[in-house]
């Protein structure tokens, strides 16, 4: 029994990213000073959960077979509408409400593209990631919009000793975990990502399936946009530049499969944890930032090619 336990766990898509998190955890505990530090450590859960939030979101998205690449435009896109609204408003309610709001309607309309339009879906939300920059910059052009600190609560405080961000990111896990595993919707895009003419052939509408997963992007956008304006204090037109990178390599690293069907909800927490010690340990090592991109999009590939390479192995070994 404990055997098949463990080989159930080996094949787990997140299982090789999560030993190689810890395997790199060791390494860099041992020749970074300061990495292992609770301080240290606290805080690059607390940065990674903008990551995180949106991750898990975009995993249901390529789980189901599809890509957006729009999601750093958005979260800024959001993060404006925050930060606006929080300017001509009172209280935190309406702010969060609006932010939500846009981001559920931009992602209404990815999926609309896609699934209506029949739009390929990179080319679909490469257009909106441009379209919402060029948004973004028009409207921000005039400088810095600041953060009132009292509107910054969602990025910066705390609920019993844990920040608000990991906070959020918990629930966000959580919600979607139990919908991945427990209910029709997890079914629904699991099957649709592994084969959509099998999943139309059994009564699944798939192109609802992949609307609703461009939606919950959207609202995961809206929701990490209150994040990252309370977390940064200020909002320029080019907030989020390549966000986008940094999410899609938190779900591929994190071991969903970027031709969907293969992944957990694990995937991209494990996944954004990674991406966060990786630009955590250059920062400590005092590495130029103008290496991140050349990592992140060198790691994407090889969590690529890993992932193609293991599971033809799996479908040899079955």
């Given at each position: 029994?404990?055997?098949?336990?463990?080989?159930?766990?080996?094949?787990?898509?997140e299982a090789p990213p999560l030993a190689f998190l810890m395997i790199m955890a060791i390494l860099l505990g041992l020749t970074t000073p300061g990495f292992l530090a609770g301080a240290n450590l606290l805080s690059i859960v607390s940065q990674v959960s903008v990551v995180g939030i949106v991750s898990l979101a975009l995993n249901q998205v390529i789980l189901a077979g599809e890509i957006d690449v729009s999601v750093g435009s958005l979260l800024a896109a959001c993060a404006f509408t925050f930060a606006t609204m929080a300017h001509v408003t009172s209280g935190l309610l309406l702010p969060l409400l609006a932010s939500v709001a846009v981001g559920a309607c931009i992602g209404l309309l990815n999926g609309a593209i896609v699934t209506v339009g029949r739009v390929p879906?990179?080319?679909a939300t490469l257009?909106?990631?441009?379209a919402l920059r060029g948004v973004v910059l028009l409207l921000g052009a005039n400088g810095i919009l600041l953060v009132p600190?009292?509107?910054r609560l969602f990025g910066l405080s705390t609920v019993l000793g844990v920040?608000?961000?990991?906070?959020?990111l918990i629930l966000v896990f959580a919600g979607l975990d139990i919908a991945n595993r427990h209910t029709e919707w997890g079914r629904d895009v699991f099957a649709v990502g592994s084969n959509r003419r099998a999943a139309d052939a059994v009564g699944l509408r798939a192109g609802f399936v992949k609307f609703r997963c461009f939606v919950?992007?959207?609202l995961g956008c809206g929701l990490a946009g209150t994040v990252f304006a309370g977390q940064i204090g200020e909002i320029q037109a080019t907030a989020a530049t390549g966000f986008e990178l940094q999410a899609i390599a938190a779900v591929v690293l994190g071991g969903t499969s970027i031709t969907g069907g293969r992944g957990s909800t694990f995937a991209p927490v494990i996944g954004a944890v990674l991406v966060g010690v990786i630009l955590n340990a250059l920062t400590l090592n005092s590495v130029p930032g103008t290496f991140e991109q050349l990592v992140l999009g060198s790691l994407i590939l090889a969590a690529i090619s890993i992932d193609a390479v293991r599971f033809r192995a799996l479908r040899r070994a079955s």
């Open positions: 029994m404990k055997v098949l336990w463990l080989d159930r766990a080996i094949k787990r898509p879906s990179i080319v257009g909106m990631l441009l600190s009292a509107a920040p608000v961000p990991i906070v959020f919950a992007v959207g």
